[in-house]
């Protein structure tokens, strides 16, 4: 039955930056205090609106990399080069430093505690970001259910939460972690080297008979190559959730 309770509405509020923390040559965190911030849910993202001293405004949207229960909200900003936003967050801000931001937003790709189910999550790039929130929650949990991350970067330096992640691992044997990287690797490198592919996505998340949840984000070429893949294995298009970067995506001219 529909809620007659009316709609949130989702305000702009000032940021202000009290760290931030270099994640790869390219990328950075921002942990943020929001005073009045309304709490989140795993996989939500929020709007970034810069305002120049003439008046003029941009505004992007950013994932949310924090859990819902943190302190202080953490965005995790990829610099593009063409960028009109991200140049500033990644390299330009500094603590102290305020802006305006609104949220959180978005229903649909999120993740819950109380969905029991094994986690699948495929991330490409930046793409890890929202699903980082997802893992640092499930870390909260007493009893968190199975969960497998494939991870598609460029290079080795191009790995988001790297040393994050690998402890996440070594302390959950409930956790499983696959890295596939594109363009270049270690000389010692053992694992994947090449794009997500079919054979990749059955190796690197649950059987069928798991009935997993599946979260993919990344660009829209990869999380399209990768849900119809997704697809094709067997699994259920329900199942299967998904955010794209990029111009066409939902959260994302970064």
């Given at each position: 039955?529909?809620?007659?309770a ?6 702009w509020?000032?940021a ?6 270099d ?17 989140h849910h ?18 992007r ?9 943190s302190r202080?909200?953490?965005?995790t ?8 936003v991200?140049?500033?967050?990644a ?6 430093d ?7 937003i978005g ?58 992640i690998?402890?996440?691992a ?8 696959a ?8 000389p ?14 059955e ?7 798991e009935?997993?949840?599946i ?12 849900a119809?893949e ?21 959260n994302?001219?970064?």
């Amino acid at each position: 039955m529909p809620s007659s309770a009316p709609a949130r509405r989702i305000e702009w509020r000032a940021a202000r930056v009290i760290e931030t923390r270099d994640e790869t040559p390219h990328a950075r965190t921002l942990v943020l205090d929001v005073p009045e911030w309304p709490g989140h849910h795993a996989g939500q993202h929020v709007d970034v609106r810069l305002t120049a001293e003439d008046g003029y405004q941009a505004e992007r949207s950013y994932s949310i990399a924090s859990a819902p229960s943190s302190r202080y909200l953490e965005l995790t900003i990829e610099r593009l080069d063409d960028g009109e936003v991200s140049p500033y967050l990644a390299d330009v801000v500094q603590p102290g430093d305020v802006f305006e931001l609104r949220g959180p937003i978005g229903g649909y790709f999120i993740w819950l505690p109380q969905l029991r189910r094994p986690l699948a999550l495929i991330a490409g790039g930046s793409g890890i970001v929202p699903l980082m929130a997802m893992l640092r929650l499930r870390a909260m949990l007493d009893d968190a259910p199975s969960a497998h991350l494939l991870y598609s970067v460029r290079s080795p330096e191009d790995v988001i939460y790297g040393a994050e992640i690998e402890r996440l691992a070594a302390s959950d044997a409930r956790l499983s972690v696959a890295c596939t990287f594109t363009r270049r690797h270690a000389p010692d490198w053992n694992g994947y080297t090449r794009r997500i592919d079919r054979m990749m996505l059955e190796e690197a998340i649950p059987a069928l008979g798991e009935s997993p949840l599946i979260y993919v984000c990344g660009p829209t070429s990869m999380v399209e190559l990768a849900a119809t893949e997704l697809v094709a294995i067997g699994h259920p298009p329900a199942a299967i959730r998904t955010e794209r970067f990029g111009p066409s995506g939902t959260n994302g001219n970064r």
